[in-house]
């Protein structure tokens, strides 16, 4: 008598294909009825995890190891928990840097594999017990790379403007407003590869940092930045791959130049004047904060993106416009382009 979970050769059988076809008919059935948001690009980059659960569970009906399965499937919970919840637990840089977790799970599988019940139960608690350790770690700020270099600039009382240029090549950039008096960049960096040069033109300070390592995961930099909201500011801001969120809406910010090749883009943007907000990304997710009481006009050149405004937001002319906006009497101008992924405008609470 063959095994229920064998096939005819007496290999194992895979029920990978199933489970997902299973998977997407609940989730199609869910957004139909209105139970799960979202629709198009958005909805099938935020259920992405769902493929490591069903890679977990199949190799549990498998019987193909302990740990990784149970690894693979608490960090699907984990990171549809991150793209569904109220707000995004980590960031990708802090998730990618635990990678020898990998390494740690194999080896659990490895000691723990038998036919004992004890010995299942031993590697089920250590898997778990290796998960909940993990999201501890990042959670409460667990410096996995401690090389952290403090970044202090000043500026004279006879400046007006500053000019600023960040860039680096694969990893993490927080920016906010929040330095203290006279400070013109206050912050931390990792790794300590960079250079940075400041300037003086008159009544504008000129200031640019750079990584000058080439960045590979896991080993990625991390930017904690704030910007001084005494000044009018030009910001110019390059990312290779990984994260960008500018928290903007405390600065006096004139324009932005924001270009990325891959990853995720979030912008809050302040109350402002300027015909020069251009945000460029090659695939990714790009999340845009707008202020409600501005008129706005957007320039979405989005090839094969899915662009989101808000309802009350319409099409004229070849631009999306707040209400009681044109091209010709909006406070903000902004120019998005993206090749694939997700453009998505809301106001800002």
Same mark, same amino acid.
């Given at each position: 008598m063959i095994p229920e979970n064998k096939n005819r050769n007496g290999q194992r059988r895979n029920f990978f294909g199933p489970i997902l076809l299973i998977t997407i008919g609940l989730v199609f059935l869910g957004n139909n009825l209105g139970l799960i948001q979202g629709e198009g690009w958005e909805l099938i980059w935020r259920l992405w995890p769902v493929l490591l659960i069903i890679a977990g569970l199949n190799d549990l009906i498998r019987r193909e %190891?302990?740990?990784?399965?149970? /690894? =693979? @499937? +608490?960090?699907?919970?984990?990171?549809?928990?991150?793209?569904?919840?109220?707000?995004?637990?980590?960031?990708?840089?802090?998730?990618?840097?635990?990678?020898?977790?990998?390494?740690?799970?194999?080896?659990?599988?490895?000691?723990?594999?038998?036919?004992?019940?004890?010995?299942?139960?031993? %590697?089920?608690?250590?898997?778990? /017990? =290796? @998960? +909940?350790?993990?999201v501890w770690i990042v959670r409460e700020g667990f410096q996995v790379s401690a090389d952290y270099t403090e970044i202090r600039e000043v500026f004279a009382e006879d400046v007006e403007q500053m000019e600023v240029n960040l860039s680096l090549g694969a990893g993490e950039l927080i920016l906010g407003s929040d330095t203290p008096d006279?400070?013109?960049?206050?912050?931390? @960096?990792?790794?300590?590869?960079h250079s940075d040069q400041i300037s003086t033109e008159g009544s504008k300070i000129l200031y640019q940092l750079e990584h000058q390592e080439l960045g590979f995961y896991p080993h990625t930099a991390r930017w904690e930045l704030d910007l001084t909201d005494d000044l009018a500011a030009n910001l110019v801001v390059h990312n290779g791959v990984g994260e960008v969120i500018l928290l903007l809406e405390e600065l006096d910010l004139s324009a932005l130049d924001l270009n990325q090749g891959v990853g995720r883009l979030v912008v809050y943007l302040p109350e402002m004047e300027s015909d020069h907000v251009l945000i460029k990304q090659a695939v990714g997710i790009i999340r845009i904060r707008i202020p409600a009481n501005l008129h706005v006009a957007v320039d979405a050149q989005n090839g094969l993106s899915k662009v989101d405004f808000p309802p009350d937001f319409e099409l004229e002319d070849g631009y999306y416009i707040s209400p009681e906006a044109s091209k010709s009497n909006a406070d903000l101008v902004i120019v998005v382009e993206q090749a694939m992924g997700l453009i998505d405008f809301e106001y800002s609470r």
């Open positions: %190891g302990i740990a990784w399965p149970i /690894l =693979l @499937i +608490g960090a699907g919970v984990f990171f549809l928990l991150n793209n569904f919840g109220p707000r995004v637990w980590i960031s990708w840089t802090q998730i990618i840097q635990l990678w020898p977790i990998l390494l740690i799970a194999a080896g659990i599988d490895l000691v723990f594999k038998g036919d004992s019940i004890w010995f299942a139960i031993a %590697g089920v608690f250590l898997t778990l /017990l =290796l @998960i +909940g350790g993990s006279g400070m013109l960049v206050f912050g931390s @960096i990792t790794p300590d590869k």
